[in-house]
């Protein structure tokens, strides 16, 4: 079992930058791929960006390339998401997710809004 906790989410202005953090506790972290998914209220939950177990692999959703990037730190069981130009349509809830096999876990969320 993991247990995920997001964390760093809050109210910032358009074009400010955010660090939001997953820490994972439970079973070894290093073996989950992990991801960045967001959803706002009456839509599915999309797609941010994934990392590799490693870290050496990354992908990013066509919206927040080359504005967001995901790191992991897997001695200390913490996903990353540093995001920079924020823009109002990045307002949601972030979710972190691992992934192993037929493993998935997820955190509870936390909320970034961006005024304009």
């Known amino acids: 079992q993991v247990q995920l906790v997001e964390s760093g989410g809050r109210l910032v202005q358009a074009g400010g930058s955010l660090r939001l953090s997953c820490a994972a506790s439970?079973?070894?972290?290093?073996?989950?791929?992990a991801g960045w998914f967001r959803q706002t209220p009456g839509k599915e939950r999309d797609f941010v960006a994934a990392?590799?177990?490693?870290?050496?692999?990354?992908w990013y959703a066509d919206s927040v390339k080359d504005r967001f990037t995901i790191s992991r730190d897997n001695a200390k069981n913490t996903l990353y998401l540093q995001m920079n130009n924020l823009k109002p349509e990045d307002t949601a809830v972030y979710y972190c997710?691992?992934?192993?096999?037929?493993?998935?876990?997820w955190g509870q969320g936390t909320q970034v809004t961006v005024s304009s």
């Open positions: 997710n691992l992934k192993f096999g037929i493993s998935e876990y």
């Open positions: 439970g079973r070894a972290f290093s073996n989950y791929a």
């Open positions: 990392i590799s177990t490693s870290g050496e692999s990354t």
